[in-house]
């Protein structure tokens, strides 16, 4: 019940709404009351009378009450949803703030499916409860007791005897409770392990085709589909056996009403519009009585929802800002790793004790076998993760002093697994900086060598790349992603093995490119590239994630050592392939 305490707060800014729709549930509900007195009190005096115009007279005060109710349930209802549907637009909205503030190591662990399913499926469940079950409960709560006095009031042997059924429903409405909370839980985790394989299948269904394994993918989702099924029939069996239970446990207290009123009109101690008052009254109070199975199925869900959803919200990022982190202005580009360590932590030690200095306007290439630790070096400079022994310093100032964002504007990155996203082509190539104009744009394109194509496309800049850019070919991706970084015009540049996708032609067209880029930059560039090593002033030899060698190609060379063995065995063939 702590996550639904919790999750109200979020409701808790509209307590204005929240109030007026109390308001008109409380009125609501008084309507609903007077209605089955207005209709006993009338029965007696027709026939005590035996006039037919009061009758007349009040079924039009009937309609009229039954109309006011009909409005204020109009106007529940309508705030209730209001409320709802703003409560989890505000959830979704802290579920993706959190999601876009958590480092690498956060989603290296998470799966996409099950973030999906929180953010949707999950906040929907918490919804529901916002919009049918809060209110509704004070509703059921405040009807019962009324009602409960009502009948004690009118004949309280008669009242007892009715009510003595409301502890076992109310018993049976919290044991489906309990035995629905752990399916629900159940339920919501299959819809995101369906979901997560769903997702994979998608984004990778040219893998699928290409290795037609589209049976082995739908015995997959078949499969969580099926358990699925299962666990919802679990919750169908459960259901089906309480509600007709419920609704013989509700008949009961009519026959008892049945039985001992008209005892009591026959003794002529009841009249037999009190009788009719008993029966419609305890109609109503199954209503809320029948209503307390669904709002336990809610809370249930609820419960279970809550909690996935604030196992994101509470999630804390590993890299974040500290308290009094300055602002990080335009820098030289000096980058300094001084006995610089990290670690994943089930994976253990990935880099040992690096240190290497950079220079304003240097190239740095970054050599070493799958694994050897380069793509975590460059992560390390943007704070993608922090390390976990030494330090990382940026014009002589600690990288963990500055604040992430000021960092990263200083920073570009074109990274090896280039992603775009489903929109124009200006707009990748303008996501980094979304005020540059035109002009920069296509400037940015053209020192990318990538303007001739884009020129060339149906829409030009305004064409469409598809979903991950898949319209568009390696080397277009590269180019572009190249273009993207080239706009925020950082002091410092990395460039994961950015052109292992593109043929020699427009290798030649970036290196070019790049000659004139890193004039006044910091450059890393993870390469197994000839010309761009030997272009490098520091080259970076990792092995284990420790530097085994370091230094300029010709001096490396000249040492004959690890690095000559692997430009005569492999960089060469490589740069002839």
């Known amino acids: 019940m702590r996550n639904v305490m919790r999750l109200t707060k979020f409701a808790g800014k509209y307590w204005v709404w929240l109030l007026v729709a ?43 009450t039954s109309a006011l109710r009909g409005l204020t349930e109009y106007g529940n209802r309508y705030l209730d949803e209001t409320i709802s549907q703003k409560t989890a637009y505000d959830i979704r909205s802290a579920i993706f703030k959190r999601l876009q503030r958590q480092s690498f190591a956060y989603y290296d662990q998470a799966q996409t499916g099950q973030l999906m399913s929180r953010a949707t499926v999950d906040v929907e469940a918490v919804r529901m409860f916002f919009s049918q079950g809060l209110l509704a409960l004070s509703q059921m709560v405040v009807m019962m007791i009324a009602i409960s006095i009502i009948l004690l009031m009118m004949d309280w042997k008669l009242a007892l005897l009715t009510l003595a059924f409301v502890p076992a429903i109310a ?85 008892v009403i049945l039985w001992y009123g008209g005892r009591q009109v026959i003794a002529g101690t009841m009249t037999l519009g009190d009788v009719t008052k008993f029966i419609l009254y305890a109609g109503m109070m199954a209503m809320p009585v029948r209503r307390m199975g669904m709002i336990v199925n809610l809370l249930s869900r609820t419960v279970s929802a809550g909690g996935r959803i604030f196992e994101i919200l509470d999630s804390d990022s590993a890299v974040k800002d500290k ?32 240190s290497f200095r950079a220079q304003p306007g240097q190239m740095v290439a970054l050599l070493g076998g799958s694994g050897s630790g380069k793509s975590t070096l460059v992560n390390l400079i943007s704070r993608f993760y922090d390390v976990t022994g030494g330090r990382i310093t940026i014009d002589g100032i600690d990288i963990r002093d500055v604040t992430l964002a000021s960092l990263r504007k200083n920073v570009g ?10 929109a124009t082509v200006r707009d990748n190539i303008a996501f980094g900086a979304p005020n540059a104009s035109m002009e920069q744009i296509i400037a940015s394109a053209k020192t990318a060598h990538l303007h001739n194509f884009i020129e060339g496309l149906p829409d030009g800049y305004d064409t469409l790349v598809g979903e991950r850019g898949v319209t568009l070919s390696g080397g277009e991706k590269q180019r572009l992603a190249i273009a993207r970084t080239l706009l925020v015009n950082p002091s410092i540049l990395i460039l994961d093995d950015s052109t292992s996708n593109v043929d020699a032609e427009t290798e030649v067209l970036i290196r070019q490119a790049l000659n004139r880029l890193v004039e006044g930059r910091t450059t890393f560039v993870i390469t197994h590239r000839v010309p761009l090593i030997k272009r490098a002033d520091l080259i970076l030899l990792l092995k284990d994630g420790e530097i085994v060698e370091q230094g300029k190609h010709d001096d490396l060379i000249s040492r004959r050592g690890l690095y000559w063995q692997l430009y005569e065995s492999q960089l060469i063939a490589i740069s002839r392939s």
């Open 413 to 422: 990155i074109v990274q090896q697994d280039v992603f775009l996203f489903s």
């Open 22 to 64: 109390f308001v008109l549930v409380m009125a609501s509900t008084g309507f609903s009351i007077i209605i089955p007195r207005m209709i006993g009190d009338a029965l007696d005096e027709a026939l005590g009378s035996q006039e037919q115009t009061f009758l007349f007279i009040s079924a039009a005060v009937v309609v009229g």
């Open 171 to 255: 018993w049976r409405g919290i044991t489906v409770g309990n035995l629905l909370r752990p399916i629900w839980l159940k339920i919501q985790q299959l819809m995101a392990s369906m979901g997560t394989t769903l997702e994979e299948s998608l984004t990778g269904i040219r893998v699928v085709k290409a290795f037609s394994r589209h049976k082995e993918e739908e015995r997959k989702f078949t499969t969580a589909a099926k358990l699925l099924y299962n666990e919802h029939l679990r919750v169908a069996r459960v259901q089906a056996f309480n509600v007709p239970l419920l609704a013989f446990l509700i008949a009961v207290p009519t026959v």
């Open 323 to 354: 308290s009094d982190a300055t602002e990080l202005e335009k820098v030289k580009g000096q980058v300094v790793f001084e006995g610089v360590s990290f670690g994943y932590g089930s994976v253990g030690t990935i880099l040992e004790n690096i």
